[in-house]
T-cell receptor, first 113, second 115 residues
Framework: KQEVTQIPAALSVPEGENLVLNCSFT??????LQWFRQDPGKGLTSLLLIQSSQREQTSGRLNASLDKSSGRSTLYIAASQPGDSATYLC????????????FGTGTRLTVIP | GAGVSQTPSNKVTEKGKYVELRCDPI?????LYWYRQSLGQGPEFLIYFQGTGAADDSGLPNDRFFAVRPEGSVSTLKIQRTERGDSAVYLCASSSGGGIYNEQFFGPGTRLTVL
């Protein structure tokens, strides 16, 4: 069964720090990968989409990379702000013939002012 | 609307009752997905529609769960004889195509509580 692991499960950093969130898949056959943000009691906001032919995507202070050979992705957040506090989920389309996303359990980020 | 919408936002029901959850996808999106998220977990796939047809229902946990999308737009997830274990947030997502490279956009979810 496909497993998606996110490390760490929780992270607290002081405002202004750069940080990296990690995501790994047991099966490296990743067709695309999305990073999402989820605020408490809310739905998912799509942050970045990396297709299998790409290695990274950038949006503002966010940079996501994908290493298909190892089945790993990282989300880099520069100059963190208290408003970045949320749970970050990675998810991939990782199965031939299936279009659904497999999700990790998320990293809960707290940025301390 | 600008995004995916879901109604109701919260639903409380008693064990054994029938419930319907509604999803309005982004206008023009042909693909629609239902996921279920339990507390502290990532969402898990339930069913995927391409147009009016269910292209993949392999995530439905049992035959108490059923979903329809009769006109290729709005979808309804139906749960019969609800059980306490069905309590979760039910999320709907849509994408402009059903291909494996299309970005999925999520609604705010419906929080279902079965007493």
């Amino acid at each position: 069964k496909q497993e998606v692991t996110q490390i760490p499960a929780a992270l607290s950093v002081p405002e202004g720090e750069n940080l990296v969130l990690n995501c790994s898949f047991t099966d490296s056959a990743i067709y695309n990968l999305q990073w999402f943000r989820q605020d408490p009691g809310k739905g998912l906001t799509s942050l970045l989409l990396i297709q299998s032919s790409q290695r990274e995507q950038t949006s503002g202070r966010l940079n996501a990379s994908l290493d298909k050979s190892s089945g790993r992705s990282t989300l880099y957040i520069a100059a963190s702000q208290p408003g970045d506090s949320a749970t970050y989920l990675c998810a991939g389309v990782i199965q031939t013939g299936a279009n659904n996303l497999f999700f990790g359990t998320g990293t809960r980020l707290t940025v301390i002012p | 609307g600008a995004g995916v919408s879901q109604t109701p936002s919260n639903k409380v029901t008693e064990k054994g009752k029938y419930v319907e959850l509604r999803c309005d996808p982004i206008s023009g999106h042909t693909a629609l997905y239902w996921y279920r998220q339990s507390l502290g977990q990532g969402p898990e796939f339930l069913i995927y529609f391409q147009g009016t047809g269910a292209a993949d229902d392999s995530g439905l946990p049992n035959d108490r769960f059923f979903a329809v999308r009769p006109e290729g737009s709005v979808s309804t997830l139906k749960i019969q004889r609800t059980e306490r274990g069905d309590s979760a947030v039910y999320l709907c997502a849509s994408s402009s195509g059903g291909g494996i490279y299309n970005e999925q956009f999520f609604g705010p979810g419906t929080r279902l509580t079965v007493l």
